[in-house]
């Protein structure tokens, strides 16, 4: 009797686990179609195009007439202007440290005990919800050589005008980092300031029994403590600079990259090959060396991760 | 807890301490105003004859405020319409998208079946994929759809969810405990019911906050729209208003730029503003997570 009643909640327990997986698989259905239909075909196929010379023409069999095996990864890598890019954008992740210890500093100073936190937490945050395209409109118009508001603070100020923020190949660079640095820093305070909250105040308390002084307390109870943010921020931060596009078409004059090309990122260089002259293959290649350069980015950090993330415990 | 911190804290306060905060608050503001100042003048800009702002002098209030640009922006019938394909893309997208990324993470978070790990794990790592890697094969297959130069691009594939808000709500639905679940199975529930009566109401906050974040990605978006619309007609906002900075750039018609791009900000920095707190959290939680 006992037994039989196992067997029969055994058996209605598997169908109950059948009917949970049926129902499981279809909620998560879209997602997942979304993911093979608009993702993972999409990886495939820049990978199978990066071997082609195709234009576009005559659909899937125009590109298998055009197929030229690892051409193109060759003329890539003695492509001046693909090194030019590349080294540019790597150039812009020079903004990141910049971001991420500014971005710890006021988070440190907010973390204090002073008025209109909140308030100010906001101000910094701004440029971050602000769109893209509206702000690069703005700093265009700030960068200004005749007019734009930074070169008139700098006449007013020293009688001098200011330097041609926008027009110079050495200095566009610059110029952009800064804006980057501007239009990010709110994020690094958030994120800074909620892992400051988050360390206990005791650990401090017990390091200023022990007469530990401000740097011994910030280099090895802070900064530590905040490595996963810091990880997490640098990651975020490495994958989103590899993708700098719209600042550089928008702020440079009638979005050419700037003068000699000197503002032109990776991805800029590979919007132009494909969607202005038309290379799909050569730009696939450099499509398919943006996603083989991140990865590596992601791998190396998730297995230094292991190595300079502190955790609480 | 919180007043058990604050009275220890006001006990250590020192002379010393109290000065340190005054001059770090003072730095604090002077940044902030740093950060803002821009959008400042941005404003300011909008209101500011063509004399005044080429005149090379550092002169921030309109002298005379001029009133017009706004109106003459939302004549521009680019404008208006650039607005309207924004909208019609927000409105679908967030309703289907808002729900096939809510029905997943909750069959994620509170369901059992096999390969839900390897799923999962594989959309996490699409996180990673640039779009600028998939937009070519995207355009071509989208050519061949028949969907290019039509606002469908930037319909259809978000309506099959959005990752990080998948992932987001997964997180939030962990809190709500499992006992919830069994009831609902022990009871007969069906399991979609048990997702739209017990489980939607209790994650709708997160699934509000969620929307509003991806609301402004939509609205902000502008890489994808410029590749897969090409007549104006179609433009939405954003490549609109580049397209007014490359225009009215050249005829040094700055006022009117700046008034286009302040309209275009205003509802995300509105919404920013409304919702701050649960935006605020919701970015902070990422980094700790």
Known sequence: MDSRKGKKQKINLSAMAKREERWGLLFVAAPALGFLIFMLYPIIFAILTSLTTWNGAKGFQGMMDRFCGFDNYVKLFADKKFWQTLVTTIIYLLGIPIGMILGLLCAMGMNRKIPGVRVLRTMYYVPVISSL??????????YNYDYGLLNTIIKTLTGLHGPNWLGDEALIKVSMIIFMVWKGLGTSIILYLAGLQNIPRSYYEAAMVDGASGWQKFKSITLPLLSPVTFYILVTTL??????FVEVQVMTPSGNGGIGYSAATIVFYLYQKAFESYQLGYASTIAVILAIIIFIITLINFVGQNKWVKTMD | MKNNKDQLSSGITSKKEKTMNIIVFILLALGAVVMVFPFFYMVMTSFMTKNQYLSGQLR???DPWVWGKYSEVMAKGNFISGILNTVKVEIPVLLIGGFTSSLAAFAFAKMEFRGKGAIFMGLLATIMIPFAVIMIPQYVMFTKFG?????????????????????FLRQNLTSIPNDLMDAAKLDGCGYFRTFAQIFFPLMKGAVGTQLTLWFM???NDYLAPTIFLRSEANWTLQVVIRSFNT???IQSDYALIMAASVIAMLPTIALFFCFQRVIIESVAISGIK
């Open chain 1, 133 to 142: 395209v509206s702000v690069s409109i703005l700093w265009a118009w700030v």
């Open chain 2, 147 to 167: 969907w290019t130069d039509t606002l469908l691009p930037l319909i259809i594939p978000p309506c099959f969810g959005n990752i990080s808000m998948v992932f």
């Open chain 2, 60 to 62: 921030v209030i309109p």
């Open chain 2, 247 to 249: 225009y009215y750039s």
């Open chain 1, 239 to 244: 994958i989103g600079g590899f993708q700098v």
């Open chain 2, 217 to 219: 990605a939509i609205w």
